[in-house]
């Protein structure tokens, strides 16, 4: 794996949106499962996106409609489109390789993660 680069983050009203970028991705290859993850100050790590190496995506109930996960493999680039968005979208938003187990996604427990890219959604 190499370190992912988070961009794109910022502050905006809510009802807003923001694109966040990620290059690299964090996938060595470009073909691995991607995810957005974000946490907030005292919770922990979510995941709010998912995207497979075939262009599948998948979506927690909270930001399903809201959010749309897309990658350029040839980039190896991920990007997060967030509209409509909320207070409680406020987190540091990271990008990294998912992989599937039982029926949902996990992070990865080894390698590198980047810094992150502060989202504040604040009137």
């Known amino acids: 794996q190499v370190q992912p680069v988070e961009s794109g983050g910022g502050l905006v009203q809510p009802g807003g949106s923001l694109r966040l970028s990620c290059a690299p991705s964090?996938?060595?290859?470009?073909?691995?499962?991607m995810a957005w993850y974000r946490q907030a100050p005292r919770k922990q790590r979510e995941l709010v996106a998912v995207?497979?190496?075939?262009?599948?995506?998948d979506y927690p109930d909270s930001v399903k409609g809201r959010f749309t996960i897309s990658r350029d493999n040839a980039k190896k680039t991920v990007f997060l489109q967030m509209n409509s968005l909320k207070a409680e979208d406020t987190a540091v938003y990271y990008c990294?390789?998912?992989?599937?187990?039982?029926?949902?996604?996990?992070?990865?427990?080894?390698?590198?993660w980047g810094q992150g890219t502060q989202v504040t959604v604040s009137s």
């Open positions: 990294n390789v998912a992989y599937p187990y039982g029926g949902t996604w996990v992070a990865p427990a080894f390698g590198p």
């Open positions: 964090g996938s060595t290859s470009g073909r691995d499962d």
């Open positions: 995207i497979t190496s075939g262009g599948s995506t």
